[in-house]
């Protein structure tokens, strides 16, 4: 029952996210607004995270790239969108996503490292 | 006419059954090919989707009777994104000292993909709108989608870029860790999340449960960053 329990929580998360999304018009999608809502809901519980929960969530997590795949499929299907511009795409899409990876990677561990200097 | 044995009120139709196996099977594959090479680039997710598109180009089977089975597992992608709440709260602590490092790193990140991407792409002689569904690539795909749609990008395009985007971090972040001697899980997993949205993630997140926070946090706050800047962006790129 506990790994039912557990889905239904998650289930029940997104679904609040949704709800959110089409009531309120937000600009993120109801699974990440149930991310949110999960967060906010397991922080202000005075209670210890249910071990069930965090197994489940675990399980699920670690085959995350699996449930990519048919989506990613869907690229395939797609490829004849980029063959109009497929060179500038692909040369900025490479580029521009390892800068992102560089920059957001790099200014992380030089902040923290200086605040831990500072804190030292 | 006599219909043997199927029932379809009882059993998944063969044709759906096929396609969740298959989904599986190459993933798991993939898993044990890049276990054997020990190389990055020997993504499962890659491996499943080049060896599942050339089944499907091979058979001439549409996407969308691939995607009637596999379908069962992209809804899972809804209660898994959810599940990211876990290792965030786990977590909360160190995001909590990291706090004023990680926004300042995530808007970096953020403004850095969404820049560059649009400028290179038009740099290169992309059109406008092409180069418009470049700018929201890094988010996660419906947000990504719902972006492009709102700054007059082309949505579908834009889900493509997204998914690749994702696929390229998933195979490159150890590299470019390496090269830049980031050890740090917190900037691993915040630069897999904010350039490579859930693909990105799911690289990291069984590396360290660190870098599973702040693939979470990236995943989400870039994507609300970004949904909320990208109209203002646009509104500055569009005579160039």
């Known amino acids: 029952m506990a790994l039912l329990q557990s889905v239904a929580t998650l289930l ?86 390892l800068l992102t990876l560089v920059v957001t990677a790099a200014v992380l561990q030089g902040l923290l490292k200086r605040q831990q200097r500072v804190r030292a | 006419m006599t219909n043997f044995g199927y029932h379809p009120a009882v059993f998944l139709p063969l044709a759906p059954l096929l396609a969740l196996t298959l989904t599986l099977m190459a993933y798991l594959a993939g898993v044990e090919l890049q276990r054997r090479l020990k190389t990055p680039v020997a993504n499962p997710v890659l491996f499943a989707v080049v060896v599942i598109g050339i089944a499907l180009r091979l058979t001439h089977t549409s996407f969308a009777a691939y995607f009637a089975g596999a379908q069962f597992l992209h809804f899972l992608l809804g209660p898994a994104t959810v599940a990211l709440a876990i290792p965030l709260v786990q977590s909360i602590e160190v995001i909590r ?11 970096a990140g953020s403004l850095t993909s969404a820049l560059t991407g649009y400028g290179l792409a038009r740099a290169l002689g992309a059109s406008q709108p092409i180069a ?5 690539k890094s988010l996660t795909t419906p947000i990504a989608i719902g972006v492009a749609e709102s700054i007059g990008g082309v949505p579908s ?53 660190l870098a599973a926070a702040f693939a979470g946090v990236a995943l989400g706050a870039n994507g609300l960053l970004t949904a909320l800047l990208a109209p203002l962006l646009a509104k500055l790129l569009k005579h160039w």
Request: proline share 6%; net charge positive; with cysteine.
């Open chain 1, 12 to 97: 029940l998360f997104q679904l609040f996210g949704e709800l959110l999304h089409t009531l309120l018009h937000l600009p993120l999608p109801g699974p990440v607004l149930g991310m949110g809502l999960l967060t906010v809901w397991l922080l202000r519980s005075k209670q210890e995270l249910n071990p069930a929960l965090a197994r489940t969530a675990e399980g699920l997590l670690s085959i995350l790239g699996l449930l990519f795949v048919p989506a990613g499929v869907g690229i395939v299907a797609n490829l004849a969108l980029i063959r109009t511009a497929w060179l500038p795409l692909t040369v900025s899409l490479v580029i521009s996503t």
């Open chain 2, 97 to 107: 000292r990291s706090l004023v490092p990680l926004l300042a790193a995530l808007i």
């Open chain 2, 132 to 136: 418009l569904s470049m700018l929201p």
């Open chain 2, 157 to 209: 395009l834009c889900a493509v870029l997204a998914i690749a985007a994702g696929i390229l971090v998933a195979v490159s972040i150890d590299a470019v860790a390496r090269s830049l001697r980031v050890t740090d899980w917190q900037a691993i997993g915040l630069a897999a999340g904010t350039a490579g949205s859930g693909i990105g993630a799911s690289r990291v997140i069984p590396q360290h449960p």
